[in-house]
């Protein structure tokens, strides 16, 4: 399975109902919201087969500005590999 990363921007007049939306979707303990801190908007990581099964994760209230991001993790043998193919295609 891929991870995502969800963003789902808002207003504060639209905090309170959107933390109730994720909250009956069941996905209240997946997300991290800056809301207190003056930032409107909350992020989740969450585990699905694809983009479309990731963004069932979205309230209706955001759906049409949040974003869903696939995540790739990096080794150090690709840090390498992405180093040696950077000075290939420079030089």
């Given at each position: 399975?891929?991870?995502?990363?969800?963003?789902?921007?808002?207003?504060?007049?639209?905090?309170?109902?959107?933390?109730?939306?994720?909250?009956?979707?069941?996905?209240?303990?997946?997300?991290?919201?800056?809301?207190?801190?003056?930032?409107?908007?909350?992020?989740?990581?969450?585990?699905?087969?694809?983009?479309?099964?990731?963004?069932?994760?979205?309230?209706?209230?955001?759906?049409?500005?949040?974003?869903?991001?696939?995540?790739?993790?990096?080794?150090?043998?690709?840090?390498?590999?992405?180093?040696?193919?950077?000075?290939?295609?420079?030089g």
């Open positions: 399975m891929d991870r995502y990363l969800i963003e789902t921007p808002h207003t504060a007049q639209e905090c309170f109902l959107l933390v109730k939306q994720v909250h009956a979707m069941g996905y209240l303990h997946h997300f991290d919201w800056g809301c207190k801190s003056g930032e409107h908007c909350g992020w989740a990581i969450i585990e699905a087969e694809n983009e479309k099964q990731a963004r069932l994760a979205v309230p209706p209230l955001v759906h049409a500005k949040a974003r869903v991001i696939k995540l790739t993790r990096f080794d150090a043998g690709q840090v390498k590999s992405l180093h040696e193919s950077q000075e290939k295609s420079d």
